[in-house]
């Protein structure tokens, strides 16, 4: 039997598939694992010159 249930059960990663085990991010409408969440905002991040 199935219940609609707000756990995070199932959820995979909409960029290397895998099934989200801990917490799930979201990035623009995208549902990621931890890992490629944070692949995502550093490579959204605008480029910055290095230190001067
Ligand atoms: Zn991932």
Do not use: H
């Not at 039997?1 to 990663?13: D, F, G, L, S, V």
Request: net charge positive; proline share 2%.
């Amino acid at each position: 039997m199935e219940k609609t249930a707000k756990t995070n059960i199932n959820i995979k990663c909409r960029k290397c598939g895998k099934l989200i085990s801990g917490d799930v991010y979201e990035f623009e409408g995208v549902t990621l694992c931890e890992d490629c969440y944070m692949d995502e905002v550093i490579a959204a991040q605008p480029k910055k010159c290095l230190m001067k």
